[in-house]
């Protein structure tokens, strides 16, 4: 026997050997993949129990969402004292550049009382002045009040408009130094004093024509 004849047996047994080894391989069944523990404790939870909540539907009915007394609580704030009836109405809010005024209006004829920051009023202190707001501190905490127009003029028929082709009449006492306008409802607290109308500036009166040829207390002579 030839060493060729050695080889080509050798390699014809190495093949069988591996043919063997794969149907094997193939007929093996698949390892299944490792099951994973449970998380700890789960087994310990309770199962989950519905409440019977059919007592509570005549209430339910009862208070719906949107009924009238349903209100949120009052502040501790306002449950221990706020300003009461005390408090002159907030009747408007002036601001410029150089100043913050709070205008009171007490009840019935009194005069509008014009404030600013840090001045007292029925026994609270003006913290703060904004654009549409008062912030007052006294013996119940911080307090906000808002401008209210008088119940007087809100209650009040509107007036008619003027007939086609005449202007409508304004209000001089509705402007302030500067040409800022107070809206409706709310006192001048500068009434008293000379205010001109914006848009409307004064003009002297032409002087009186002469006719020509004429002369003023001509006499006509004899």
């Known amino acids: 026997m030839t060493p060729r ?4 047996g050798g390699l014809g047994i190495a093949s069988a050997i591996l043919v063997v080894v794969i149907a094997l391989e193939l007929a093996a069944p698949a390892a299944a993949p490792p099951r994973s523990a449970p998380p700890a404790g789960l087994g310990d939870l309770p199962e989950a129990t519905t409440e019977d909540v059919s007592g509570l539907v005549p209430t ?14 009052a502040s501790p704030a306002a449950a221990s004292g706020g300003p009461g009836d005390q408090m002159p109405r907030l009747a408007g809010i002036l601001i410029d550049r150089t100043q913050r005024r709070a205008i009171f209006q007490p009840a019935g004829d009194g005069k509008p009382m014009v404030l600013a920051e840090g001045d007292q009023i029925a026994g609270w ?11 007052l501190t006294g013996p119940g905490g911080n307090q906000t009040l808002e401008p209210k127009p008088d119940p007087a003029l809100a209650a009040a028929p509107p007036v008619p408009p003027p ?16 040409g800022l306008q107070l809206p409706p409802g709310v006192p001048n607290p500068f009434a008293g004093q000379a205010t001109a ?22 006499q006509k002579r004899r």
């Open 197 to 218: 109308t914006p848009g409307r500036p004064q003009v002297a009166p032409p002087p009186a024509s002469r006719q020509p040829g004429s002369a003023p207390n001509a």
């Open 163 to 178: 007939p086609p082709g005449v202007p409508a009449p304004q209000n001089p006492r509705q402007y302030l130094p500067g």
């Open 5 to 8: 004849d050695l080889a080509l």
């Open 125 to 135: 202190q003006i913290q703060q002045i904004a654009a549409s707001s008062v912030t």
């Open 60 to 73: 339910i009915l009862a208070r719906p969402l949107f009924a009238a007394d349903r209100r949120p609580k």
